[in-house]
Structure formats: structure tokens, C-alpha cells
């Protein structure tokens, strides 16, 4: 037998082997969109249990979806529709534990005896800076990602206005307002409830607090990663900006406009439009930064 020529360790330890550079790639939506911020371009893509039998536009970034195949998710996700197209290589994520997000574990077993499969951790063990870097490793194992530098020149730039945006509020004194805005991240989840992000649980959230934005903590609750409230017990917690989960298993927000509740958390609050499965690229973590950097500018200047 011949000796791969290929090889990548991914973050469960497991080393994906091939006898040439994997072309035919089919990775899980918020993967896909982080390869083609690399330059590189998957053929299929899989969404998750909470999408349904159309890409979830939200997810996928700049991904070409007329051009590629989508595979679709949930229960529809079997071994026969992720083999489609014969891929070479399956890229997909985990939230920790190393099980493979969006499918079946029994799925997921099986796919590993066709093809190589690369699982990236994107959980809240990891940093956002440790979720890029490994992504950008794997595309270059792929081939992309050539020009790194411009993606971390945006960067680098986000992130230095975001840090002198916060650092600009706290310099005012504690009785001379405006006071550094609170930052509140939510899943709208119907009129009658809503999930609010525990700020340490999401490695992005935990990236803007690094670089001074004043994050708030919902309530104590069983959920690890939310915390789920009425909208009246929500619209209580003190924010100034709110990061609004836009992807389609949240609530949109022209719903939620005949709740008294919601309407006074847009009266006070600049809503931003949030992502917790952003592409995890420079590109886009600079826009992240960017955005918020011109929430808490604008909010401190008011």
C-alpha cells in the first residue's frame, strides 16, 4: 500500500490520512465557510439539528450556495447523503467531548470508514484565537490561505480600535457619564422566552470581554451555555448593546415587535445582528470586532 502523502492531526488526536491533498471537501456549513475565507472552496456542506432542508444563509458566510451541494441535516443527514459526490474529505466541528456536531454518533462512526474525517473543537475550552489558528492550519494543509497577512493586518486593526473604544469609556470618572455600555448576547426563542448567553461559555464572547467590552451575566440556571428567561426578566438586565442571534432557529426579531418587553430593550439598546456560528477567520472575527467597536463608540458618544 502506498504511503499517504497527506496528513493532519485533528483536535480529538486522531490523524486524518489520504495519498493526495484532499480536493473533494465536504464540511459541516460553519466549517465550509471558514475554508472559503482560506480560498478554499468545498464542494458540499451539512447543517446541524437545528437547520432544516435549506442552508442556514447565516451560517454560511461568504459560501457560494448556488455552486455547491448542500446536503441538509438532522435526520435527513445519513451515511448515503454525506457520501454524495464521493468526498475525499469530511471537515467537521465539535463542542468538546469529540463528538462530531450535527450528526448521529452512529453516523458519524460509520462516515470514518470511507473517508477521512477532520474534527476542529470549537468549544468553550478553546479561545477564539485557538479556533482560528487551527482552522487556518488546516486550510493550509489544503492548499489556501497563500496571503494570511491582509486577514491579520483587518485584524489586527479591529481589535486595537476595539480595545481604545473601551479603554476611551473607562477613562471617564465613575460619576460622569457615559459610563462603558453593557454588552448582552440572546437567542430569541419565541414571544414568550428568550436564552441569554452565559458570557464565559462562548469563546467569542470571552474575546470581546479580553479586549474591554463589559459583558453581562444572566441569572444562574441549569443550562451551560444559556440561561433561558421570560422577556420580561430579560429586558430588566441592564444593556446598552444587545447581540442578537440571527440564525434561523432564533426567533426573528420583526416577531418579537408586539411584546411590550422586546420593544423596550430595542428602545434603550442598539441591536446588533449576532452569529454564534460565524466563519472562525480573521476576516471574520475583524468584523465581529469592528461591529461591536462601532456600537460601543457610538453608545459612549451619545
Not at 448521529?104 to 476542529?120: F, G, Q, S
Not at 473607562?170 to 460622569?176: F, G, H
Not at 422577556?231 to 408586539?258: G, M, S, Y
Request: proline fraction near 8%.
Amino acid at each position: 500500500m502506498d504511503k499517504p502523502v497527506w496528513q493532519f492531526s485533528d483536535d480529538r488526536g486522531q490523524r486524518a490520512t489520504a495519498r493526495s491533498a484532499p480536493t473533494r471537501v465536504t464540511a459541516y456549513i460553519q466549517a465550509g465557510a471558514t475554508l472559503w475565507d482560506h480560498g478554499v472552496g468545498p464542494g458540499a456542506v451539512f447543517g446541524s439539528f437545528h437547520d432544516g432542508a435549506t442552508p442556514d444563509r447565516a451560517k454560511a458566510g461568504g459560501l457560494p450556495l448556488d455552486r455547491l451541494r448542500y446536503l441538509g441535516a438532522g435526520a435527513a443527514l445519513d451515511l448515503d447523503a454525506l457520501l454524495q459526490g464521493t468526498p475525499d474529505l469530511v471537515v467537521a466541528v465539535s463542542y468538546g467531548g469529540g463528538q462530531v456536531y450535527g450528526l448521529d454518533p452512529e453516523t458519524a462512526k460509520h462516515l470514518e470508514e470511507h473517508v477521512p474525517v477532520v474534527v476542529i473543537d470549537i468549544g468553550h475550552s478553546r479561545s477564539l484565537a485557538e479556533i482560528r489558528n487551527r482552522f487556518a492550519e488546516l486550510a493550509r494543509a489544503l492548499g489556501g490561505d497563500r496571503r494570511p497577512e491582509d486577514a491579520a493586518r483587518l485584524l489586527d486593526a479591529a481589535q486595537r480600535r476595539l480595545r481604545a473604544v473601551t479603554a476611551a469609556t473607562r477613562a471617564y470618572p465613575e460619576t460622569d457619564p457615559p459610563a462603558r455600555p453593557c454588552v448582552l448576547a440572546l437567542s430569541p426563542a419565541g414571544t414568550d422566552q428568550v436564552h441569554v448567553a452565559r458570557p464565559a461559555a462562548w469563546p467569542e464572547l470571552r474575546a470581546l470581554a479580553e479586549h474591554g467590552v463589559q459583558l453581562v451575566d444572566p441569572p444562574a440556571g441549569s443550562g451551560a451555555n444559556w440561561t433561558t428567561l421570560t422577556w420580561e426578566a430579560a429586558a430588566a438586565l441592564p444593556a446598552e448593546i444587545v447581540l442578537c442571534d440571527v440564525r434561523v432557529n432564533a426567533t426573528p426579531v420583526e416577531r418579537l415587535r408586539a411584546d411590550a418587553h422586546w420593544r423596550a430593550v430595542e428602545d434603550r439598546a442598539r441591536v446588533l445582528p449576532w452569529n454564534p456560528e460565524a466563519p472562525c477567520s480573521a476576516r471574520s472575527h475583524a468584523r465581529f470586532f469592528a461591529l461591536v467597536a462601532d456600537a460601543v463608540d457610538s453608545r459612549t458618544a451619545r
